[in-house]
């Protein structure tokens, strides 16, 4: 049967369209003083924590009443947003302006409230902060980091925040970026292990968004975690509740939401009395952990809005992106969803895009160039699009792969736009898509995203074997509960002598703790049952071996931490920075898309599977800490065009 002929696409509504496209203005940096009422917290313990924090010291005491207080807040402005980050409060993304419709995007706390909530204590509400290392808000939540400004040669600025993790002496660097024509800022995120310890790789993004009975979060997925690994239905619950509308979560105590089950890059909120809502768009190889957090609709939740915000200042809630599917907790061992960790000399490399949406009705697909939202309306579709950049693209409309529409769309950034397409009939297997990919939608998207994993263990090992106590003593490990995995895997070899992943990781345990001695024993223990030789292609057992090898052979030295083991870990680090600093010279734009046989493609051109390819590029094995990234580009991160590196005044109190 012939298909019948391509309509042209009815645009209902159209917001903001320009009817040329005219060139942004270049985006700007600078560092400005803001005063906010500040509830303050007390001087730290004399003494250290001993456990998961160590070294750190905890806080104590906390004002009751506020007080005035100048904060120095770094600036990031272009024609769409302004984006404040609080390089004293963590180097956590304070605020974010959509200058287009006057609101914020993220929730804006109207003070500066430090309760008791973090690691070591002090911690504030709203914004977008940045947690590395073990689960929970890090110490460095309330604490000044290190920062750095920055321009780049495309019109584009950048503040760098980071810091040390000392507990385990991790370095994380979080670039926040603002291109000069864009309506959304970006987090790119290096995190780096030099040590030759495993550590707990735990890392989540978290931001707050206003509460309100309107809102619908958008968190593709069939089901969703507790902490320990326990899968639920999402969005409809057992009980009939729709839990992605707010209001509908009036029941039971304050709630996490893991949400899993769709292999999708995006996720978002919608305020649909207001026409507006926030988006988060990521590769989900990079980040397939996505997880909503409610305080109590009762009293019990509202008492959280008392303590951490003053009136009137509305609830909030949490939207988090995460390394891993949910925050773990001890029970998640006897599920498919445990801890994972850092290993030695490894790092991790990631981007994020956070966006304002408008007009559109909801979210079914993003991508850093904009969302779209589809809904069926009789016998009609009706598209909306709200661009991120400047769009110059067909809108194509299928079904059953046959054109039924398509029109040329010419949009600016946050110019939203409604088009209305009639069906004719047609209801099988529907299709929209802008672009070459860069935004699509179909009918079918349940199951074309399906994540086809298990949610539960069909055959989970006994809690008393030999492999139970050992998943026992790693689950231990990465938690930094160093003296209950030290017992879960001595466990372990009673039963099995011969486990030769207890020995490692016992001989690592006593290294840590100064016992070169008995670190040694197990460790010869362990060569003298596999041997220390490998094949022309290793695996990642053998690969432990070798460094077990190194390991050895500096205990044996008598040094507890072996040196060479350390110079090849510094020096993947280093030519992790090299590419990096290469990259940069090279004047590397993100998103970095594939230049084909032919020659280079317009970037509003680009295709998903570029999106998929840049997001690769950047996930290097072992990124540059710090130190040897700024020595090998001080032109670009000391004194770049406009960039000045600086380093935050290093007082304790808040």
């Not at 009815?10 to 906010?36: G, R």
């Not at 589809?374 to 769009?391: E, N, T």
């Not at 949610?455 to 160093?482: I, K, M, V």
Request: proline share 7%; with cysteine.
């Amino acid at each position: 049967m012939k298909p019948p002929p391509a309509r042209r696409l009815s645009a209902a509504l159209a917001l903001l369209v320009p009817s040329a496209l005219a060139p942004a203005a270049d985006a700007t940096v600078s560092e400005v003083q803001q005063t906010l009422l500040t509830y303050a917290y007390g001087d730290p313990s004399p003494l250290a924590e001993y456990g998961r924090i160590y070294p750190y010291a905890r806080f104590d005491g906390y004002s009751a009443s506020g007080s005035e207080r100048s904060w120095t807040m770094v600036k990031l402005e272009n024609d769409y947003l302004v984006v404040l980050i609080a390089p004293q409060i963590g180097g956590k993304v304070w605020a974010a302006y959509d200058k287009v419709h006057s609101r914020d995007i993220i929730y804006r706390n109207p003070v500066v409230k430090f309760r008791d909530v973090g690691l070591r204590g002090p911690w504030t509400a709203g914004g977008l902060e940045f947690n590395f290392g073990i689960i929970g808000h890090a110490p460095t939540c309330a604490s000044p980091v290190d920062y750095c400004l920055a321009h780049d040669a495309a019109g584009g600025v950048s503040c760098i925040v980071g810091a040390l993790d000392l507990p385990s002496r991790t370095e994380w660097r979080v670039t926040i970026s603002l291109e000069r024509d864009q309506a959304a800022f970006t987090t790119e995120a290096s995190w780096s292990n030099p040590t030759v310890y495993h550590q707990s790789c735990y890392q989540w993004m978290t931001a707050a968004a206003e509460a309100g009975d309107d809102l619908v979060v958008s968190h593709p997925g069939e089901h969703y975690l507790e902490h320990g690994g326990t899968p639920h239905p999402w969005p409809l619950d057992d009980a009939g509740h729709d839990l992605s509308h707010y209001r509908e979560n009036a029941f039971g105590e304050s709630k996490s939401y893991h949400v899993i089950g769709a292999q999708a890059e995006w996720f978002g909120g919608y305020w649909s009395g207001r026409g507006s809502g926030y988006g988060h768009w990521s590769l989900f190889g990079d980040k397939p952990g996505q997880k909503v957090w409610l305080w109590s609709l009762a009293r019990d939740g509202a008492i959280w809005r008392d303590l951490l915000t003053d009136a009137p200042a509305p609830q909030y809630i949490e939207m988090q992106s995460g390394l891993m599917h949910s925050q773990a907790d001890d029970s998640s061992s006897t599920t498919p969803f445990k801890h994972a960790a850092l290993e030695p000399g490894a790092g991790l490399h990631w981007r994020e895009s956070w966006f304002p949406l408008s007009a559109i009705g909801g979210l079914v697909d993003a991508s850093p160039w904009g969302a779209m939202n589809v809904r069926r309306d009789g016998d009609s579709l009706v598209v909306g699009i709200c661009p991120l950049r400047a769009l110059d693209e067909q809108l194509r409309v299928t079904a059953a792969g046959a054109l039924i529409a398509q029109q040329r769309i010419s949009l600016s950034p946050q110019a939203a736009s409604i088009f209305t397409i009639p069906l004719a009939g047609h209801s099988d297997a529907l299709a929209v898509e802008l672009g070459d990919h860069l935004l699509s939608w179909h009918s079918d998207d349940a199951e074309r995203q399906r994540l086809h994993r298990p949610l539960t263990l069909s055959n989970p090992p006994a809690r008393g074997s030999a492999e139970g106590l050992f998943t026992a003593g790693e689950e231990h490990l990465r938690q930094r509960d160093y003296a209950a995995a030290r017992e879960s895997f001595a466990a372990c070899l009673e039963v099995e002598p011969a486990h030769l992943r207890a020995l490692v990781r016992i001989a690592e345990l006593r290294n840590r703790q100064g016992d070169s001695q008995a670190a040694l024993a197990s460790a010869r223990g362990q060569l003298r049952l596999r041997g220390g030789q490998c094949g022309p292609r290793p695996d990642r057992r053998c690969q432990g071996r070798l460094r077990l090898g190194g390991t050895l052979a500096g205990l044996e030295g008598g040094r507890q931490r072996p040196a060479g083991h350390a110079v090849d870990a510094r020096a993947r680090l280093v030519a992790g920075a090299r590419v990096c600093a290469a990259r940069r010279r090279r004047g590397c734009r993100w998103p970095a898309m594939p230049v084909p046989p032919g020659g280079h493609r317009a970037p509003e051109r680009s295709a998903r599977a570029g999106r998929a390819a840049a997001g690769a590029d950047h996930r290097v094995r072992a990124p540059a800490p710090w130190r040897a990234l700024r020595a090998l580009s001080p032109r670009t991160l000391r004194r770049g065009p406009g960039g000045v590196h600086r380093t935050a005044a290093r007082g304790e109190s808040g």
